[in-house]
């Protein structure tokens, strides 16, 4: 499996892409989903293997309550890397979109995930306690 934060400097010692995904976390701190989607949405294009990038699409799309699309982009990379934030989104995505069980198995899964992901843990616990 390839390194999901492998480096990707240029000789200058830059990541190129690392610009545009500060400018695209900054949107969604700043409650502007759409600009965060637009600019993630671009480098993936490029970069599809970008886990860093896939994470700011996804919760840009969930900010927008657009649970089935955040699902659709997060399953195949949930399959491809293993990976409990990965997987932590996909159960929020799954919780939006009203399917319990399934966010309920992603989140078990999630949980034994290394490295340990704790938003994971507080997630499945939120998720037993309204049960």
């Known amino acids: 499996m390839a390194d999901k934060f492998a ?3 240029t000789p200058g010692g830059t990541d190129p892409v690392q610009d545009k995904l500060q400018q695209a976390r900054l949107a969604l701190h700043n409650r502007r989903p759409q600009e965060a ?4 949405g671009e480098l993936l294009k490029s970069h599809p293997q970008d886990v860093r990038l896939l994470n700011v699409f996804a919760y840009s799309l969930l900010m927008q309550n657009r649970a089935h699309d955040a699902i659709v982009a997060l399953e195949p ?6 990976d409990p934030e ?3 989104q996909l159960a929020l995505a799954l919780l939006q979109a009203g399917r319990n069980e ?3 198995s992603r989140l078990r ?3 034994k995930r ?9 997630e499945l616990g939120g998720l037993l306690f309204s049960r």
């Open 37 to 40: 989607e637009q600019i993630a």
């Open 114 to 122: 290394r490295p340990p992901f704790p938003p994971a843990f507080y």
């Open 77 to 82: 990379a949930a399959r491809q890397f293993h």
């Open 102 to 104: 399934d966010a309920l």
């Open 7 to 9: 480096s990707r400097e």
């Open 86 to 88: 990965v997987d932590t």
């Open 109 to 111: 899964r999630a949980i």
